[in-house]
């Protein structure tokens, strides 16, 4: 056994793997999760295959969990982030307890059945189901003293309230793609929010928050037009009935099996290449989306049971000030760079990517954390 450890700021799929890499290789891992819950935003996602598997990974980010929670060589911190950082021969690392809101229901539950604990309680919950575990009992404090670092903090979706004409959070029955996740995950089946029936008729609006000038958001967030495609093939699939639109400034073909899924779907999915204008909410709780199409300047107006917004990838809340503490540059758009002295990145903490993406990249960084160890 190696007598270097790694600590790995993150518990999303980059975390995940980068600890599991580095344990493959005996090497101890001190894994740090601000939240109560390991599996970041990928571990809500729900299985998208059809009569077919469409390669969306979530089912990697299941078996990346089960694979860490149950290795030995990995220490687990959750609801802790780190207060302090110093190099020196060692580097010593400050933990503290995070914030958790926990105030809305006064419980938490995980997505995963690997999940551990799979309930948080707060003081107002109602109930406490078995194993659930009382938020003042998680979290570590103190320090711990490491060889290398990786950071793997993962991204925000963008807030689609900064969008304001769509309404998100108003209208009952707009929801992100990261809501859709958690519903079809949670029921098996798609339902709206403000009643529980099935949709019959659905829109999903790409590019929320990505490839947008007037908010400094040039990017392409590569995950929101294949996850789109997925979602609304899954909807037709559970649903043949339901009438399916994806509106769109262009659709990005990412990864490299895509240009013929798209072929395949628009035989069953409407494309409009159109910038959806505002929404507005009618009766029964449905939306009619006015929308400007690429071919004419004069407005149309459809209404929908259910409109999906394909929110992008932002840097997150932490990247910031995670670069500060560890002394690792932002780049343009504010992701996280390459590695520093002893401390390595990973994941969309650098910038938009698919669960593939993130995987191949945390294995990356976890080899070449390695090399710095001389562990290879």
Same mark, same amino acid.
């Given at each position: 056994?190696?007598?270097?450890?790694?600590?790995?700021?993150?518990?999303?799929?980059?975390?995940?793997?980068?600890?599991?890499?580095?344990?493959?290789?005996?090497?101890?891992?001190?894994?740090?999760?601000?939240?109560?819950?390991?599996?970041?935003?990928?571990?809500?996602?729900?299985?998208?295959?059809?009569?077919?598997?469409?390669?969306?990974?979530?089912?990697?980010?299941?078996?990346?969990?089960?694979?860490?929670?149950?290795?030995?060589?990995?220490?687990?911190?959750?609801?802790?982030?780190?207060?302090?950082?110093?190099?020196?021969?060692?580097?010593?690392?400050?933990?503290?307890?995070?914030?958790?809101?926990?105030?809305?229901?006064?419980?938490?539950?995980?997505?995963?059945?690997?999940?551990?604990?799979?309930?948080?309680?707060?003081?107002?919950?109602?109930?406490?189901?078995?194993?659930?575990?009382?938020?003042?009992?998680?979290?570590?404090?103190?320090?711990?003293?490491?060889?290398?670092?990786?950071?793997?903090?993962?991204?925000?979706?963008?807030?689609?309230?900064?969008?304001?004409?769509?309404?998100?959070?108003?209208?009952?029955?707009?929801? @992100?793609? +990261?809501?859709? !996740?958690?519903? =079809?995950?949670?029921? &098996?089946?798609?339902?709206? $929010?403000?009643?529980?029936?099935? *949709?019959?008729?659905?829109?999903?609006?790409?590019?929320?928050?990505?490839?947008?000038?007037?908010?400094?958001?040039?990017?392409?967030?590569?995950?929101?037009?294949?996850?789109?495609?997925?979602?609304?093939?899954?909807?037709?699939?559970?649903?043949?009935?339901?009438?399916?639109?994806?509106?769109?400034?262009?659709?990005?073909?990412?990864?490299?099996?895509?240009?013929?899924?798209?072929?395949?779907?628009?035989?069953?999915?409407?494309?409009?290449?159109?910038?959806?204008?505002?929404?507005?909410?009618?009766?029964?709780?449905?939306?009619?989306?006015?929308?400007?199409?690429?071919?004419?300047? @004069?407005? +149309?107006?459809? !209404?929908?049971? =259910?409109?999906?917004? &394909?929110?992008?990838?932002? $840097?997150?809340?932490?990247?910031? *000030?995670?670069?500060?503490?560890?002394?690792?540059?932002?780049?343009?758009?504010?992701?996280?760079?390459?590695?520093?002295?002893?401390?390595?990145?990973?994941?969309?903490?650098?910038?938009?990517?698919?669960?593939?993406?993130?995987?191949?990249?945390?294995?990356?960084?976890?080899?070449?954390?390695?090399?710095?160890?001389?562990?290879?």
């Amino acid at each position: 056994m190696s007598n270097n450890t790694v600590m790995v700021v993150g518990g999303g799929i980059a975390g995940l793997t980068a600890a599991w890499e580095l344990a493959g290789q005996k090497i101890k891992v001190e894994l740090v999760e601000k939240t109560c819950f390991l599996g970041g935003h990928s571990i809500g996602f729900t299985c998208k295959a059809t009569d077919q598997c469409r390669q969306c990974g979530a089912c990697s980010v299941e078996q990346m969990l089960a694979n860490v929670v149950n290795e030995p060589l990995i220490n687990i911190h959750l609801r802790t982030e780190i207060k302090d950082f110093k190099k020196g021969k060692k580097i010593t690392a400050v933990l503290d307890k995070s914030d958790v809101d926990i105030s809305n229901t006064g419980l938490l539950k995980g997505f995963s059945q690997h999940n551990s604990p799979m309930y948080v309680a707060g003081d107002k919950a109602a109930s406490m189901p078995d194993g659930a575990v009382a938020i003042e009992k998680l979290g570590s404090t103190g320090e711990v003293k490491v060889d290398a670092v990786i950071l793997a903090t993962g991204y925000s979706p963008f807030d689609p309230k900064l969008k304001a004409t769509f309404g998100y959070g108003e209208k009952k029955n707009i929801i @992100t793609g +990261l809501d859709l !996740e958690n519903i =079809l995950r949670e029921n &098996s089946t798609l339902v709206r $929010p403000s009643d529980g029936k099935e *949709p019959e008729k659905v829109a999903f609006i790409q590019c929320v928050g990505s490839r947008d000038e007037r908010l400094g958001n040039l990017w392409c967030s590569k995950i929101c037009c294949p996850t789109a495609m997925r979602m609304a093939s899954l909807i037709k699939h559970k649903k043949e009935e339901a009438e399916v639109s994806i509106f769109y400034i262009d659709i990005q073909n990412t990864p490299k099996e895509f240009p013929m899924f798209y072929e395949n779907v628009k035989n069953e999915i409407s494309f409009k290449r159109a910038i959806p204008v505002d929404i507005y909410q009618i009766e029964n709780d449905r939306l009619t989306l006015r929308y400007m199409p690429e071919e004419n300047s @004069t407005p +149309l107006y459809e !209404e929908f049971d =259910l409109i999906v917004l &394909s929110v992008g990838i932002t $840097p997150g809340a932490d990247t910031k *000030p995670l670069s500060e503490k560890f002394e690792v540059a932002l780049d343009e758009y504010g992701f996280l760079s390459n590695s520093g002295e002893g401390v390595f990145t990973a994941g969309t903490a650098k910038g938009p990517g698919t669960i593939f993406d993130t995987i191949a990249d945390s294995e990356k960084a976890a080899h070449e954390t390695m090399q710095y160890l001389g562990v290879i």
